[in-house]
């Protein structure tokens, strides 16, 4: 008994110092902090504009204003995730092992939904524009693109685990393969794929906020002009606009998918 206890003393030891040891690696690596001189300027300068934010941006009936920005921006969440929804279907299936019993073409797929997981948004992004141009449709394609692979992942997971009891009754009864995937295994499936894709459209919110700082449509579009020329009440009520909207699709997408589940 006290040589178990020792050599867990021993392990829990061991684990802690190989912690440490990775966090002072890495932090070995960064650079040391440094404050400019104007940091502070800066800092109250946003601040400030951050309560005082210009409130004539909101709307603006001759031309580029908030709520514009922000609609382009929910428009290209909601697109790109309707985009990785439909894609992600025959993957997710492809990928189940309970549903094809071909390891080459199961592992084909998993292989495929990994290598899209590897690229973030931004970099999709970048890589759309070169191919497509600069502007909402290039970000569409990257939350599009860029969303099968996890979303594949996740459906393909939650068909592996669905009770086929059933498939099996349905087979017994004289089914064919498609009326058994139909109503017995989809059913299954359809909560979670909506819980799924109402959570993957929240991140793509948030993404596609960012994806316009590099040209890719959306509010990111005039928060970075706005930043570039220090103009920080503006950038106050882009930021005031971007909660909102993401708190909102938060709450309400919260409340579905705990109606789902």
Known sequence: MKRDKSFLTIRRVLLVIAVLAVYTWAFSGLPILQFKETSMEVISSI?????????????DPKGEDLLRGLLDTLAIALLGTFIAAFLCIPFSFMAARNIVKNK???GTNKFILSFIRVFPDIVLALLFIKAVGPGAFSGVLALGIGAVGMLG????????????????????TGANPVKTLMFAVIPQVMPNFFSFVLYRFEINVRAATILGIIGAGGIGTPLIFALSVRDWERVGIILLGIIVMVTVIDVISGKIRARLT
């Open 104 to 106: 080459a073409v199961v």
């Open 153 to 172: 992942k996740l459906i393909s997971e939650d068909i592996e685990r669905i009770d086929f009891s059933a498939r099996e009754a349905l087979v017994a």
């Open 47 to 59: 601040f400030s504009g951050l309560l005082q934010p210009d409130w004539t941006y909101v709307y």
